[in-house]
């Protein structure tokens, strides 16, 4: 016998019937499946990344506190409790748990050296290492002392800084006055706006 969605549909709102008439209550059974999926986990409150907003979020997190034990991400929502978002998320925000458990996820420093065709990993004292030596370079081939006019300038032209939406006052902060102290002009970030 071949069953058809429409009949499979009819006859399980017909045992739904016939089972709540006979005394049984399903709300605790409803209830129970709706609390499974964060119901022994870890809340922690934190702050979406993608924008200047800074809605509040609340991860949930499954482990058993352990010190060998890894804590899973099960779940992400809105802070229902904070100022400014009371709950509601954008898009991104939402979908923020995928980019969390994303296996593609960055999690160290890479480099693609020139003339090759992938990128290695590199450990963050060597990436430092390597940004560093690179803006001195930069800095020391095209700092500017005097303009046309012989005026003394004091600045590089060959480096620029885009801040991001999501960077906070003080990094802002710290930014201006590591690129002014390098005598870097072509300044910009969204903390002005």
Same mark, same amino acid.
């Given at each position: 016998?071949?069953?058809?969605?429409?009949?499979?549909?009819?006859?399980?709102?017909?045992?739904?019937?016939?089972?709540?008439?006979?005394?049984?209550?399903?709300?605790?059974?409803?209830?129970?499946?709706?609390?499974?999926?964060?119901d022994r986990?870890?809340?922690?409150?934190?702050?979406?990344?993608?924008?200047?907003?800074?809605?509040?979020?609340?991860?949930?997190?499954?482990?058993?506190?352990?010190?060998?034990?890894? /804590? @899973? %991400?099960?779940?992400?929502?809105? *802070?229902?409790?904070?100022? #400014?978002?009371?709950?509601?998320?954008?898009?991104?925000? !939402?979908?923020?748990?995928?980019?969390?458990?994303?296996?593609?996820?960055?999690?160290? /420093? @890479? %480099?693609?050296?020139?003339?090759? *065709?992938?990128?290695?990993? #590199?450990?963050?004292n060597d990436?430092?290492?390597?940004? !560093?030596?690179?803006?001195?370079?930069?800095?020391?081939?095209?700092?500017?002392?005097?303009d046309a006019?012989?005026?003394?300038?004091?600045?590089?032209?060959?480096?620029?800084?885009?801040?991001?939406?999501?960077?906070?006052?003080?990094?802002?902060?710290?930014?201006?006055?590591?690129?002014?102290?390098?005598?870097?002009?072509?300044?910009?970030?969204?903390?002005?706006?």
């Amino acid at each position: 016998m071949e069953v058809s969605r429409r009949t499979f549909i009819k006859g399980s709102l017909v045992g739904g019937v016939g089972v709540s008439a006979f005394g049984f209550n399903l709300a605790p059974v409803y209830a129970q499946t709706r609390a499974l999926k964060i119901d022994r986990t870890s809340e922690t409150r934190s702050t979406c990344p993608y924008c200047s907003v800074s809605c509040g979020v609340i991860i949930h997190t499954l482990s058993d506190k352990a010190k060998n034990a890894t /804590p @899973q %991400v099960v779940h992400v929502e809105g *802070d229902p409790d904070h100022p #400014i978002n009371r709950g509601t998320l954008c898009p991104k925000g !939402a979908s923020l748990e995928q980019d969390i458990l994303n296996e593609r996820r960055l999690t160290k /420093p @890479q %480099v693609r050296r020139p003339g090759s *065709d992938h990128w290695e990993d #590199i450990s963050w004292n060597d990436a430092v290492n390597e940004i !560093a030596r690179m803006i001195k370079k930069t800095r020391d081939e095209t700092f500017v002392e005097k303009d046309a006019q012989g005026l003394t300038v004091n600045r590089c032209e060959g480096i620029a800084w885009a801040g991001g939406c999501t960077d906070t006052n003080e990094l802002n902060y710290l930014a201006v006055k590591a690129m002014r102290s390098m005598g870097v002009v072509n300044f910009e970030t969204q903390a002005r706006v």
